[in-house]
């Protein structure tokens, strides 16, 4: 006869619902169709939960409040588990309906650091929801019935973790990353999060890359190229003579085409690896049977090569490749995996040469995915995973394409009607592997290694003085004002008030400084120009070129004249030796918000949509006569332009408009690199970084945005929820004026606010800081300048 099983129940009580359950289980599972199948599993499920409700004697405390009840499944790898979940004023309960693996999970609202929204089995369902900043596994990962119950309880969290901490976006990681804040492994963790992939989901388990090429050395050199994959290609592309054969019968292919009849992450791929330390989930999705004892994970250096030979094997590694739990290359378990052609048993997995146990094989991954090399490079790899390499052209282009139901939207499950076709269809999905979602459009900026010195406390005594006065090069005079200017953005949040005058009678608009620092002017709404001396700490002229306000104001070098733009639509050339106007440039057909002067060029950007580039040598310009301005290019804009900046050397160009956008432009060309939708509403402030990689800008709507000038991408979005007018940035930290009159001190990376200075009692219009970055001016719609000096 067949087999007889016996059972034991702990709870004698239990024993008819049990026998009940089964008898209809066993019902739904003699149906022909999987549809029916299904639909009987799930109505059996729906009643029982129905017939049961949240408990709430589980609550931790007499004095919580229940904000809102609903059906759910706890998700773990290939088993969900329908309960119901709860949520109070202070923490987030789950009751399974079969009480395992304990009666009731509950994580306290004040733990929880991140939460991501999921799509499970293709559906907007899933919520999951991370107590700690850089774990692989979460807390809890739940799956609703509806996608209301998920938001809401998604928005309830949200607001309950202030300051945001839920919405991690990419771009909040990619400028840490970018500025090694956060190492290569925990970006790709992070970048894996935001796009669904989650270690309780085995159709989407984060994918990891493979690094090392090199699996017979006996010393791994981490310092040459050859040790590493290239990271520019997919697993499927690495060996030339395989790829050529796949694109032959790519080609022969009709619609859809695909390059790769597999992917590179899949449950069996993740099992694979894995089945030493979870032989259940093998065991289950393989009908009760492990793998043939030859296609098990018997080898690294194996592994590898059937990656790159294998007719039909492209996979990518998984996370614990690079974790510090090295039990899944053991048979700690001492399962019997059978036993391989050579008649060897499958046991540990055999590691390289160059790894002694697994604890060194890992720790020797990690080292060569935090290299020099990796970090170079890992944006490639990062292309084709989740960005703009993953579909459309760019993904035929880089041999880049695989079958269309790994791609999230391309198969709509909602269009099939016959219920057993969705069951396969949704089954093959599932089982296929699954393209992550697509985090970015454009190409992903490189990563930049910058150690940023700051000096201790002791250090800054002694700031290395060449030794013999005599030989003061202008190399050792720079090397003295970087330093310098290193120490004081390190003390940057010390700023002091030293004084301050009330000038004007309407808002400043802009300061400029004599070269020796004894003349300061000013230009203001009121339509003057001022200049202000610094030794007799009094007003010295005041002058008006029409009754209209002006908006900025340079001091050419040599000292002898002040541009200043107007609201007129001109630019006037003030001679402070002659004390007069000298000359007049009719340039616009528009307010001149802004001029910036750099290499014997004038730009001059106008509400009239564009910026104009004119010749303008100072010993021309300072002379009597008048000036013809040649026009050397008019930069044109989609709104009209409010603030401008130039790189360091001129090069480079930024410009923000009146609708949010920022434009990068090569001076050289006249021509623009990137145009990008920035802010909600007008840019008050641009400016690029020193090393021109990076572009800040703020804007009305309250934000600080860094844009990588190289991709044109967004990199950092800073909601501060205060206008800033007017700041000085050093690449990763700036100095702000806010709209209540104080200056900030952000540290960007870190996205925060280091220290607020109490200044103006109005709005901050304008700031002007010395090459030292130690003395600030800064001036306000309160009709005041402040004159600020760095005390430390």
Known sequence: ???????????????????????QLQRASRLEKLGDQTAMITAILQSRLARSSFDKNSFQSVSETSHMECLAEMV??????????CITDQYLYFQPLNGYPKPVVCISLADIRRIYKRRHMLMPMGLEVFCTENDLCSDIYLKFYNPKDRDGLYYYIAAYIENHVAEHTADSYMLQWQMGHISNYQYLLHLNNLADRSCNDLSQYPVFPWIIADYTNSVLDLSIAKTFRDLSKPVGALNKDRLERLLSRYHEMPDPK????????????????LVRVAPEYMLCIQNGKYDHADRMFNSIAETWRNCLEGVTDFKELVPEFFGKDGSFLLNG?????????GGKLVDDVDLPPWASDPEDFLQKNLEALESQYVSDHLHEWIDLIFGCKQRGSEAVA????????????????????????KVAMLTQILEFGQTPKQLFMKSHPKRIFTKSKCFSRSSSQNISV???????SEDSFEDLTEESKTLAWCNITKFQIDSGYKIHKETITGIAVSSNGSSVFTTSQDSTLKMFSMSQKSLQRSVSFSNMALSSCILL???????CSSWDNNVYFYSIAFGRRQDTLMGHDDAVSKIHWCNNRLFSASWDSTVKVWSCVPSKVCGTKRNNFELLAELEHDAGVNTINASFDGSLLVSGTKEGTVSIWDTAESSILHQLPCHNGPICEVALSPDNRHVLSSGEDGCLKVTDVQTGMLISSLPSGEVQRCFHWNGHTVLSGNDS???LVWDLVGGRILERIAGHADAVTCMWMNESCNTVITGSADRQILFWKLQY
């Open 741 to 743: 009159g104080e200056l």
């Open 557 to 563: 070098p040599g000292d002898t004249t002040v541009m």
């Open 76 to 85: 773990t790898p290939l088993v969900t588990n329908p309960g119901h979940v």
């Open 398 to 421: 880089a041999n880049n394409v695989f079958h269309p139901v790994t791609y999230e939207g391309e198969i709509d499950l909602h269009s099939i009607e016959d219920p057993d076709q």
């Open 466 to 472: 060449p030794e013999s006065p005599v030989s003061l």
């Open 1 to 23: 006869g067949g087999n007889q099983f016996f059972f034991q129940l702990e709870d004698s009580r239990k024993v008819d619902d049990v026998v009940q359950t089964v008898l």
């Open 258 to 273: 695909f390059i790769y009849g597999s992917h590179y992450s899949s449950p069996g791929y993740v099992l694979f690896y």
């Open 333 to 341: 378990l001492n399962l019997e995996l059978g036993k391989r052609q």
